[in-house]
């Protein structure tokens, strides 16, 4: 998913004008009616801000004392926002985070832990399905989900039927996946892509399969139960696993990164077979399909073998610094997002699952063709503790790119990437 990059621009004038109204992580909060304002900030992503709108009409309703500013700014300059309205102390009261950047939000001092008083850890723990614990730092909440998020495999069953594959049998290994692919690819004389069997990429979907499935389905635990080690070369399965991952497009040619834009540009235009996407995606290609289309769980390695799966979310999070008025505010609001009325409604209109651990084995969810399979991969999803997901994801991308490239040896490359994602770890962990 190419949602984790972001770069410095200019604060536009509408924010400018937002942050001079008084958007503020600060206490003082009431005005003469003693109606509380908080601010909510999210990235811009059409669904989640259309739905969020109308909970904060819905919450207001219910609660005329709190008034909800919402803003949202677009992906690429969404941290960079925050970074520079924090250190102005002209931040939001509660921020929309991906679960990954929290460690490095904790250590910037953008954020709080979630209180005690409102919601213990050991609440927090019982509510939510297990891999929500990824957003525990140094045994502390820092954000609560409203949804998460899980992988599945979609299926082009136009183009299965147009290369002569049963249309409603998706594979189901990996060997079957590449072997579907490789029919349903076309090729230039020059070797570009008119076609791809497979949307293979590393900054989507793609550095996170290989983490988190690949690794794991070749009998690889990728860190340790810490999170301080590395452990992708702790047996030669590791290198095996991402020769496996890394040879789809470089000795197979089912599919490429670049190809239209990314990969679900590709699969929603009609020329790619399969992706592997989460369930965010889901409404952008009820949208833009003009094709039938499927989604089934991840393949395996072997039929019967280990089964795994990436979960992933994006916590609230309350500002460090927001207390009194505006604090009890907040958790007001934070209640209301994370309550499992919101979470049936959040499925129903963005498109991703309930967090709530009580929801997770909810039938009308479980035997959904679509959202099904997604809930089914809860089961065997792990989220990845990241310490600081934006070098860790580039350094990553970065070495596919001289194996691809420049043709940089597999093996080598590999136990540098190993060195280089451990280095990373040990700079978090030491400057702790």
């Not at 005005?31 to 009409?57: A, C, R």
């Not at 892509?193 to 009998?219: C, K």
Request: hydrophobic share 35%; net charge positive.
């Amino acid at each position: 998913m190419r949602r984790h990059l972001y770069k410095f621009l200019a604060v536009p004038l509408a924010v400018i004008l937002l942050l001079a109204a008084g958007c503020s992580n600060s206490n003082t909060g009431s005005d003469s009616k003693g109606k509380v304002t908080i601010t909510y900030w999210q990235y811009t992503f059409p669904s989640k801000v259309k739905e969020m709108n109308t909970l904060i009409q819905k919450f207001e309703k219910e609660n005329p004392d709190i008034k909800v500013v919402a803003q949202d700014f677009p992906y690429e300059k969404y941290n960079q926002k925050i970074a520079a309205a924090m250190n102005a102390n002209k931040g939001p009261d509660i921020m929309n985070l991906y679960y990954g950047w929290l460690p490095q939000y904790e250590k910037k001092g953008y954020i709080q832990p979630i209180p005690e008083d409102f919601m213990s850890t050991k609440q927090i723990d019982q509510y939510y399905i297990p891999m929500v614990k990824s957003s525990k730092i140094h045994g502390k909440y820092y954000g609560l989900p409203t949804a998460v998020r899980s992988l599945a495999l979609f299926w082009n069953k136009d183009l299965f039927k147009k290369a002569g594959l049963d249309p409603n049998k998706p594979p189901k290994t990996w060997d079957e996946l590449i072997r579907d692919a490789k029919k349903m690819t076309k090729r230039k004389s020059n070797g570009q892509y008119e076609q791809e069997g497979f949307a293979w990429n590393v900054e989507g979907q793609g550095y996170h399969t290989f983490e988190e499935v690949f690794l794991r389905q070749w009998g690889v635990t990728p860190f340790s139960k810490d999170g301080k080690k590395v452990q992708w070369n702790a047996s030669p399965n590791g290198l095996k696993a991402f020769k496996y991952w890394i040879n789809m497009t470089k000795k197979h040619h089912i599919g490429d990164q670049n190809f239209l834009q990314n990969y679900n540009t590709a699969f929603q235009a009609g020329k790619a077979g399969m992706m592997i996407d989460g369930s965010f995606d889901i409404a952008a290609i009820k949208d833009a399909a003009k094709f039938k289309w499927g989604v089934t769980t991840l393949p395996v390695r072997n039929e019967g073998g280990v089964k795994s799966n990436f979960g992933s979310y994006w916590t609230n999070s309350i500002a460090k610094g927001v207390n009194g008025k505006k604090l009890k505010a907040s958790e007001k609001f934070l209640k209301f997002l994370t309550s499992e009325q919101t979470q049936k409604e959040w499925l129903d209109k963005v498109g991703e699952l309930p967090a709530s651990a009580s929801l997770a084995g909810d039938k009308s969810i479980t035997s959904d063709p679509v959202y099904g399979p997604f809930v089914k991969g809860l089961k065997d999803a792990h989220a990845t503790f990241f310490v600081d997901e934006e070098k860790e994801r580039n350094d990553i991308n970065n070495a596919i790119q001289m194996i691809l490239l420049k043709n940089a040896p597999v093996d080598k490359t590999f136990e540098n990437l190993v060195k280089s994602q451990q280095a990373i770890r040990d700079n978090y962990y030491n400057s702790q």
